[in-house]
């Protein structure tokens, strides 16, 4: 098709929908979508975060929220990039507004009918981000007797909030994902404290193994509002992420306690606020914020086996996230458990170090090579080459979040194939050395395990070659059954002379923190965090669509779930930001499909 008619084919059906929204038409508007449709929907239209499926679910949502929500103006984003049309496939961006919003998204037809729809909202209409055009002034042109300058003004609001005035929103935990949600609160002038029990910003990084560096790369990693510059390593080192985050709250002028830790909250339903106990440096604060954002970190709360013998064990053992590294253990023999991300890293930086290692494998892992990942599966939104062909960080995160979860395996597959097919001889050794496989239930590789249960795999950036070659020793298909004094013995019988164990075992849900902070009853009432119902390996049904309680209400009103990896923490503190916004400004934000609890963790 010729581009303006590609660009006819898509503006036609904007046309109707936005004529069938604006009318309350909702069966007019199921019949522009065909059968096998999917309508993904990031707070725009449901002040939730949520996919309807079909044509039933999608006249179930409008017919609950036309009436609030109100959109017009629905139309191609010609200015954005021409539509496209290609197997069978017309796309294109998309912008439209709502009674409160703005918002953008992207449509992609089949036969002339709505295949997919993605829906987002950008900004709310008279809060808009002071940038751009609407950038401040800094200074401020002249004379005034009693004028103040940006310090002692920043300085006063830092003495203030949390004693005299209270913030509206209590953001726990300062990790990356606490600091970019902070960063958009506060361009949108919403009165935010992060607090972090760590000393310094960035100090969760530094605090991890030293060999750590991030896995993924740069162009997917990218803060809110300040991107990394072009001279900025692919793979950040840990301490050097600590940094950039160190500088980036204090340049995006964040309200950050560090030396914080949060030890209690709990929800006053009459006053519809939050009374929180924190010490900081030593002292005790009662903090009343009328929202509270767990950013504690999905990869936060380990989760420590309880072996026979651990209290028999007479050497040192210590989870993944309390490892410091190789330097103390030159000359010991050092049990890994566990063979993913984490036990890889480790078990590396151990062998680099003359160390005696063994990683011990209970179940398979989806391995996938580091280059690989770039080239195959990143490569056209988040590389160099996406830069240079004009691919633009929201651009990308905008075409990543347009294709549903229901139907991202099938887009997954054929890439995790090729990899396969590429990488076969480095699979073949690694197997020979009886290292277990695998690239997911469904072949569907590492993004569908790491959105469905957040584990199982490990981004190759040099350690598997150490396995393959038995440098790093391996036992696989085998169970820890017993800790003795100085071995680990395996349920195949043998027996592994240990110094140290690490138990590079992984992490828990996030409703554990709340189980922690605030209580029992309120975690297993919010259900378990994370995953998609695939019914998959540790990813439960029933089919969810969305990750469960992330960046979205939950059943514990006011009490919220922040983080993930850096680009989702990137993209979804816009909404989560835009959310709690609307509520401090009293907008009206019904709440279509509360998500419902189906596990407790
Ligand atoms: C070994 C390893 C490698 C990883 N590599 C990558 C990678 O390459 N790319 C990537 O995107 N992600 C990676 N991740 C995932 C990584 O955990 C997250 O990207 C990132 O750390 C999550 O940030 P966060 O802010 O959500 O949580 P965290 O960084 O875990 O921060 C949570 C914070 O909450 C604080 N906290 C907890 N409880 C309290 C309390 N009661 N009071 C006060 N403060 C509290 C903690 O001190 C901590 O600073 C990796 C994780 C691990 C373990």
Known sequence: MPENNVNRSISRVLEALDAALQSGDTAAAVELFQPDCYWRDLVAFTWNIKTMEGREQIAAMLDSQLGAIKPSKLKLAEEEEPATDANGVTQGWITFETDVARGSGFIRLKNGRIW??????????????????????????????????????REAELDALGNSSQPYCLIVGGGQGGIGLGARLRQLGVPTIIIDKNARPGDAWRNRYKTLCLHDPVWYDHMPYLPFPDNWPVFTPKDKIGDWLEMYTKVMELNYWGSTNCKSARYDEAKGEWIVEVERDGRNITLRPKQLVLATGMSGKPNLPKFKGMDVFKGEQHHSSRHPGPDGYRDKKVVVIGANNSAHDICAALWEAGVDVTMVQRSSTHIVKSDSLMEFA???????????????????????????????????????????????DYYERLQKSGFMLDFGDDDSGLFMKYLRRGSGYYIDVGASELVANGKIKLKSGVDVVELKEHSVLLSDGSELEADVVVYAT???????????????????????????????????????????????????????????????????SQYLSLQLKARMEGIPTPVFGLQEVHHLS
């Open 506 to 572: 992984g992490y828990g849900s996030m409703n554990g923190w709340a189980a922690d902070l605030i209580s029992r009853e309120v975690a297993d009432k919010v259900g378990k965090v994370w995953g998609l119902g695939s019914n998959t390996t540790k990813d439960p049904g029933p089919w969810e669509g969305e990750q469960r309680n992330m960046w979205k209400p939950t059943q514990q009103p006011a009490l919220w779930f922040h983080g993930g990896n850096l680009h989702q923490s990137r993209h979804y």
């Open 116 to 153: 997919t729809l993605l829906t987002t909202m950008a900004e709310l209409k008279g809060h808009e981000e002071p940038k751009g055009q609407r950038r401040p002034m800094g200074a401020e042109h002249g004379a005034r007797p009693d004028r103040t300058s940006w310090k002692e003004n």
């Open 378 to 424: 990143l490569g056209d939104l988040y590389s160099e080459r996406a830069v240079a062909a004009g691919m633009t960080t929201a651009k990308a995160d905008l075409t990543f979040a347009s294709i549903p979860y229901a139907i991202l395996h099938e887009f997954q597959i054929p890439v995790f194939n090729a990899i396969r097919e590429r990488d076969a």
